[in-house]
């Protein structure tokens, strides 16, 4: 977020945070939803993933990755022991400090949406469906939550409080 800190002045705390993901031959129907390791696409394909791998912008795959999220999701799903893997990658989340989105229409910038998530292959797809209502209608729609960056000021109202991340032993 330093680029768009940067152009337009808005302070958004996130941080990189990277997940690997994989990809499976398609299957027939098996999760009708998502779960915590899993999501199933219209395709049939499983999207696995499980890391979350404090390493800056280093968004690469890494063979240990790869291992832990198949070691990881063949706990829950020990079927996926027998199902073809074909292909892997890692990408960056852009983590809030308390772990949660950001969902916010900063005032004053008609037309620019802060959204990031925390769940890249579970929420991201019924966020990015919410908030593209929200840019479609021009309103936030009913069901999605307030995500706003307020909540990380001091003293703030409902103010969340500060993850591992956050506090400092020094």
């Given at each position: 977020m330093l680029v768009l800190e940067r152009l337009v002045g808005l302070d958004v705390p996130v941080r990189p945070?990277?997940?690997q993901i994989l990809v499976t031959?398609?299957?027939?129907?098996?999760?009708?939803?998502p779960?915590?390791?899993?999501?199933?696409?219209?395709s049939g394909t499983l999207l696995l993933g499980a890391t979350h791998e404090e390493e800056g912008f280093d968004a690469g795959s890494t063979a240990a990755g790869i291992?832990?999220?198949?070691?990881s999701t063949r706990r829950y799903f020990p079927f996926l022991a027998r199902v073809a893997v074909l292909r892997a990658w890692g990408a960056l989340r852009p983590l809030s400090p308390d772990g949660l989105p950001i969902l916010e229409q900063p005032a004053g910038w008609p037309g620019l949406f802060l959204v990031t998530s925390h769940s890249g292959i579970t929420l991201c797809p019924a966020v990015g469906?919410?908030?593209?209502?929200?840019?479609?209608?021009?309103?936030?729609?009913?069901?999605?939550?307030?995500?706003?960056?307020?909540?990380f000021r001091a003293g703030a109202p409902g103010r969340l409080e500060p993850t591992p991340a956050e506090v400092s032993v020094e």
């Open positions: 945070q990277r997940g031959e398609a299957l027939p129907p098996l999760l009708r939803h779960s915590v390791p899993a999501r199933q696409a219209r291992c832990r999220v198949a070691a469906r919410a908030v593209a209502e929200w840019v479609r209608v021009g309103h936030r729609p009913s069901g999605l939550p307030f995500f706003d960056r307020v909540r």
